[in-house]
Structure formats: structure tokens, C-alpha cells
């Protein structure tokens, strides 16, 4: 993983490749960009997950910004799909906002303010 940095914000994140799959856990205490596929157990402060990037299994941070193939269990405080995200299984999320376009096949429980 490289850092880098995250124009819109200005802080360093982690990055996963496009051309990196990562089987397992992974664990990051800051942000994490994905650009290729992470395949378990993912926890991290905030996830940007790339239109060309992928989580399957189960993920959990505080932030999520997914513009890609999200498949299992996502937990967030916050969550923003794009418009070319897709997900698919359960959606647990405090706040969760689905940009136009954005295609989901998922469980979506209500968790009270």
C-alpha cells in the first residue's frame, strides 16, 4: 500500500491498487482508498472505494464512499453511493445517501437516530 493524497480533503490516505487483491483482513486507522478487490474482513476510519474497486465480505468504518462492487455486510455512521456503485447484501448505516443511478440489492434495516 502507498500513501496518498486525497485532493478533496487533503489528508494522506492507504491505497489499494487496481491491480492488487487483498485476501483476509485488513485493518487501517485512517482512510483507505481501494482500487482493486479486498476480499473478508475490512475496517478503517473511512473508505473510498473506486468505481474499479471491490469489497466482498464484510466491511466496517465510519465513512463510506462507494463508487464501486460492495457484496456482504457494510456498517458505516455515514454512507454515500454514487451513481455507478452497486451493492449487494445488507446495508447498516446511521446516514446513507444513493446518488441517482446507484444499484443495490440489499437488506437495508432501520437503525433509530
Known amino acids: 500500500m502507498n500513501g496518498v493524497d486525497t485532493a478533496e480533503q487533503g489528508r ?53 464512499l462507494c463508487s464501486g462492487r460492495l457484496e456482504g455486510l457494510a456498517l458505516a455512521g455515514k454512507g454515500t453511493f454514487s451513481a455507478t456503485a452497486e451493492q449487494y447484501g445488507k446495508i447498516q448505516m446511521k446516514a446513507l445517501e444513493l446518488e441517482q443511478g446507484a444499484r443495490y440489492d440489499c437488506l437495508i434495516p432501520y437503525i433509530p437516530s
Do not use: D, N, Y
Not at 33 to 53: C, T
Open 12 to 64: 494522506e490516505a492507504s491505497f489499494i491498487g487496481e491491480k492488487m487483491e487483498i485476501r483476509g483482513e485488513v485493518l487501517c486507522r485512517g482512510e483507505l482508498v481501494i482500487a482493486g478487490r479486498v476480499e473478508g474482513r475490512l475496517r478503517a476510519k473511512r473508505v473510498h472505494l473506486l468505481a474499479s474497486g471491490q469489497i466482498h465480505g464484510k466491511m466496517a468504518c465510519q465513512s463510506l
